[in-house]
Nanobody
């Protein structure tokens, strides 16, 4: 199975930047899609950004132009670079992976890392 461990969360002022990282226990070249989701005050998870083995990426509308998702195959990590952070970005951010097996598709989740945007 795949284990995912997030890091990089913390307290940042509005307009600041933060980089979240997710370390995978397996070669990420074996993972079809990696992504980041958030769980805000409403306790609802919503997607923030995804990246596939190819160059295909997808972003939530609120993240477009400010966030960048990247993957480092050598380090088996996926990162989320967040710029121009707004207070509403405050949430727990989760890393997730979608893996294709001969028997079907499996989804894995990390434990989450807290991001707080406040003055």
């Amino acid at each position: 199975q795949v284990q995912l461990v997030e890091s990089g969360g913390g307290l940042v002022q509005p307009g600041g930047s933060l980089r979240l990282s997710c370390a995978s226990s397996v070669d990420i070249k074996s993972i079809y899609q990696l992504g980041w989701n958030r769980r805000g005050p409403g306790n609802v998870r919503s997607p923030v950004a995804t990246i596939r083995i190819t160059v295909v990426t997808d972003y939530a509308k609120s993240a477009e132009g400010r966030y960048t998702i990247t993957r480092d195959n050598a380090k088996n990590t996926v990162n989320l670079h967040m710029n121009s952070l707004k207070p509403e970005a405050t949430a727990v951010y989760f890393c997730n992976a979608e893996v294709y097996y001969s028997s079907g598709i499996m989804h894995y989740w990390g434990q989450g890392t807290q991001v707080t945007v406040s003055s």
